[in-house]
């Protein structure tokens, strides 16, 4: 799978996982930073509940429509059926149930690529469906066999990619086996959230974090190494001075750490997330034996020996320019999540033939379809969801607006900031 490049138009076809927006957030949270200022856009077209089978219906008028270059494709979780297990003893009915739900998830989704291939997408990337948690200590009634349901999902995806040359990412098995690592301190800890099916926060940086890493890109925002002679890697350097006790230099940095977020410390437990793909490598030779104090901006970081800086040490420097761009990329989420509200309705009313501008035929299929779920556990979100519906809609031009000016704002001022680095010989 390709890196992202500018002018790329990428869009996230999907269910429920993608309908959230937040492993695309954290994709948008590198690219924006790794390469500031590039032409990317990036289209949410997730839709909770769907399967890749009724998703068909909507790729004309919630997929094609933003005229993307390459989409990525998550289904699975909704294809399988999988309240037909959690059964200890399945009959004939119940397996022929699932192998029939295969059966369409498979034909589904050669449909769906050989319409991306038809529209002339350049690349088509399947994503695995992530992991029900079958594993984990959680109170939600445990419908065992559904992992196994993905497994075969994802098995589908990858005959079909080679057949039809799309690329692939395995999801479910990365994600499993972190999901074990994560118990073994702690038997209810997951990267599903508490219904066993939707990944937590954590989860979809987990997520984007394999995306990256199968798309084998660099790992260091930058690296520096200053002795018998310099070396930089997306850097610049200026104002050397050295002395008996040290050296000062001013570092220019040409791609800005990644955004802190508060599931940093997590992930990195997890996967080597710094390491991998956020790699800020320094290293100096030379230096006189001893201690020295590492200041950035004249603000003390960490001391740090000779030795330890001729080995290379990870920088790990944050940036307001890396804030600025992760409150964007929120608060682009956040606007772009009205949107897929709106569009969740229409899909439904567009399938159930009720003109988008009828508004008494659309408060009548809303209270029919209310009524008609009033014992189910989704009930209150369908309510809430149609009760913002008609607000939303009114302000739907508005919305659009305010993401065009959060991605104006992500190519202005995109400059990284430079550093003040000193190395100061530590009197202890």
């Known amino acids: 799978m390709k890196p992202f490049e500018s002018g790329d138009r990428i869009a996230f076809f999907g269910d429920s996982l993608t309908h959230a927006g937040s492993y695309h957030r954290f994709l948008r949270n590198f690219w924006f930073t790794r390469r500031p200022g590039m032409d990317l856009k990036t289209f949410n077209c997730g839709n909770g509940g ?4 009724n998703a068909l219906f909507r790729m004309d008028f919630d997929l094609f429509n933003f005229h993307p270059n390459k989409v990525f494709v998550l289904f699975g979780m909704n294809d399988v059926n999988r309240f037909c297990y959690g059964v200890e003893q399945p009959d004939a009915q119940n397996l022929a149930d699932r192998e029939t739900a295969l059966k369409v998830y498979a034909e589904s989704m050669e449909i769906l690529i050989r319409r991306l291939r038809e529209k002339n997408i350049e690349e088509i990337i399947l994503l695995s469906p992530t992991p029900y948690e079958e594993e984990a200590d959680m109170e939600e009634f445990n419908l065992r066999g559904t992992f196994d349901a993905l497994r075969r999902c994802q098995e589908i995806n990858e005959q079909l990619a080679e057949v039809w040359g799309c690329a692939t990412v395995d999801l479910l098995h990365p994600m499993l086996a972190l999901n074990r690592k994560m118990r073994e301190t702690d038997p209810a800890a997951s990267l599903a959230g508490p219904d066993r099916v939707h990944p937590t926060t954590l989860g979809h940086a987990v997520m984007a974090s394999l995306i990256l890493m199968a798309q084998q890109v660099p790992a260091n925002v930058f690296s520096l190494s200053l002795g018998l002679s310099t070396s930089t890697e997306n850097c610049a350097v200026s104002d050397v001075q050295a002395d008996g006790d040290g050296l000062r230099f001013r570092l220019i940095p040409f791609s800005m750490p990644y955004p802190p977020f508060p599931e940093e410390e997590a992930l990195n437990r997890l996967l080597p997330f710094r390491q991998r793909l956020n790699a800020m490598p320094f290293s100096v030779r030379g230096l006189e034996d001893g201690v020295y104090e590492l200041s950035v901006d004249g603000a003390f970081c960490r001391k740090v020996s000779a030795g330890e800086l001729a080995a290379g040490i990870d920088l790990a420097l944050t940036s307001p320019k890396s804030e600025k761009v992760g409150d964007l990329n929120l608060r682009y989420q956040t606007e772009e999540e009205k949107l897929r509200e709106i569009m969740k309705v ?8 009720i003109a988008l501008d009828d508004r008494s035929a659309i408060e009548a299929y809303m209270a029919a379809f209310l009524e008609e779920v009033k014992d189910k ?10 009760g913002s519906y008609f607000e939303l ?8 607006t305010a993401m065009r000016i959060i991605s104006e704002e992500l190519a202005a001022d995109v400059q990284p900031v430079s550093r003040f680095i000193s190395l100061r010989r530590s009197p202890v």
Do not use: G, T
């Open 346 to 353: 229409e899909v439904s009313l567009r399938e159930n033939r």
């Open 393 to 400: 809609k009114a302000a739907e031009k508005e919305i659009a």
């Open 377 to 386: 556990p989704w009930l209150p979100y369908y309510r809430k969801l149609f």
């Open 50 to 53: 769907n399967s890749a089978q």
